[in-house]
């Protein structure tokens, strides 16, 4: 009768057993990197998205205004709630701050998969510092994060905003122009691009080398393109030395230069990265980030920030067209009555389990032995106690092993011990 609104969805316990174990995996790894949890609300004032992008963003975003008539929007993204935040609350805090997030994000996107209109975000922002070795870790974190999920076939892309600022420059190109090519190169359009550039009246011999070297990997290519722009110079020399430290001491080999990741957001600057799972086929892309600047603007003293955020949904489809195997969803115990008159032992049992944080549950249905024993192996519970009036008279219960079939029987005393040996 009633169906989940476009774009959005249900988890069951199956898929929240499997989010749940990613979520863990996510946040250990975030930790591990000395990095602390925050959470922001699910909707701000609609401004705190419209102050960088300007109203256009509004077509995709779920804005409203409240019962007070004040204008509101769902997040699309955290990291404009998290630098509001930190310019509200945090300024103060020791330098570099590191903060993670788990949270819902909200576009009006055209739904397919891996692309919904309520999807889960993990990411993090470093505040305080842009060092190379800082900007090495949080490309390694990223890195790290996925590889830790289990996902095997990950592709690390790195691109950088002031070369491509210096590479327009070079190419003589207006701002409006710029502004019209850069979906382009984001979504790696290059006949498109090719067009365009001609209409902008960018010679032939430009156009092919600029379209080479937006898709070469190679420094001495780029070096010899940017000429003797100084700014993207020390941008160029800045990128070597962080990725030497990716490589060297993060041990992180498998990254690619690619100076057509530019990033749709228009908050970044410097150094962008995206990372793709090929698996995914057309929504690939895994995780965005790069360095940016919000804190000026929200009003607050500039320092530097970057940082990522990972799809979450789209990491899930990943590990499953992998055929990653999720752990199952388990019960330690399941204890059966063998008629009601043992239902007061039975629920005894069960509480006593539970408080020893053995989690355990028993038959409520009034069934059958064999019916119950089929729903214990449905709920995957590996253990199995049978209460039966007769062995409750010697206070003895039997313990079925449910993998292997074993069974044994034991007095109610030693249940505990017992379970919690195995
Ligand atoms: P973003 O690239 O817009 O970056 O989003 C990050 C990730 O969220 C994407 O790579 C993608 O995996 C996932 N994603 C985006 N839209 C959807 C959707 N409609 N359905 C499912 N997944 C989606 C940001 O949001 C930046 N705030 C990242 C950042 C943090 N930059 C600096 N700090």
Do not use: W
Not at 13 to 41: C, D, N, V, W
Not at 55 to 70: H, T, V, W
Not at 161 to 169: E, K, N, Y
Request: charged content about 25%; proline content about 4%.
């Amino acid at each position: 009768m009633f169906q989940v609104p476009r774009g959005t969805r249900d988890f069951t316990p199956e898929e929240m057993q499997k989010r749940r174990y990613l979520e863990h995996t996510m946040a250990t790894t975030f930790t591990s990197f000395g990095y602390g949890e925050i959470q922001t609300p699910t909707f701000e004032n609609q401004e705190l998205f419209t102050a960088k992008s300007g109203e256009s963003i509004i077509n995709e975003l779920y804005a409203f205004n409240d019962k007070g008539g004040r204008a509101l929007a769902l997040r699309p993204e955290l990291t404009a709630p998290v630098i509001r935040c930190y310019v509200e609350r945090l300024q103060m805090e020791p330098k570099p701050l590191k903060l993670y997030y788990f949270g819902n994000c909200y576009r009006y996107d055209r739904p397919q998969k891996g692309r919904y209109r309520e999807f889960q975000q993990a990411g993090c922002e470093l505040i305080g510092t842009d060092t190379h070795e800082a900007t090495a870790e949080l490309l390694a974190l990223a890195y790290t994060i996925l590889k830790n999920t289990g996902l095997k076939d990950i592709h690390l892309n790195i691109g950088n905003l002031t070369i491509i600022s210096a590479i327009f420059r070079k190419l003589h190109l207006l701002k409006d122009d710029q502004k019209m090519i850069l979906p382009l190169i984001d979504k790696s359009q290059f006949d498109d691009l090719q067009i365009a550039l001609r209409d902008c009246n960018v010679s032939e011999e430009m156009i092919t080398t600029f379209l080479d070297v937006l898709q070469t990997s190679d420094i001495t290519k780029i070096r010899a393109f940017i000429g003797d722009d100084a700014e993207a110079n020390t941008e160029l020399s800045s990128l070597e030395t962080i990725l030497d430290l990716l490589r060297d001491a993060f041990h992180i080999p498998d990254y690619v230069i690619k100076l057509s990741i530019v990033r749709g957001l228009d908050y970044y600057k410097g150094l962008v990265f995206e990372i793709d799972a090929p698996a995914l086929g057309a929504e690939k892309q895994l995780c965005g980030g790069g360095s940016y600047d919000l804190i000026s603007l929200f009003g607050g003293t500039a320092v530097p920030t970057s940082g990522f955020a990972i799809g979450f949904d789209r990491t899930l489809l990943a590990l499953e067209e992998e055929g990653f195997q999720f752990p199952t969803p388990k019960l330690d115990v399941f204890v059966i009555p063998v008629n009601p008159t043992m239902n007061n032992t039975v629920i005894q049992i069960t509480q006593k389990l539970r408080s020893l944080g053995i989690s355990a549950d028993f038959d409520q249905l009034r069934r059958g032995i064999g019916k119950s024993l089929k729903y214990a192996d449905a709920k995957h519970a590996e253990k199995v106690i049978i209460v039966g009036p007769k062995e409750l008279e010697n206070n003895t219960v039997t313990i079925r092993n449910m993998k292997t079939g074993a069974q044994e029987v034991v007095t109610l005393n030693d249940i505990y011990t017992k379970l919690q040996k195995s």
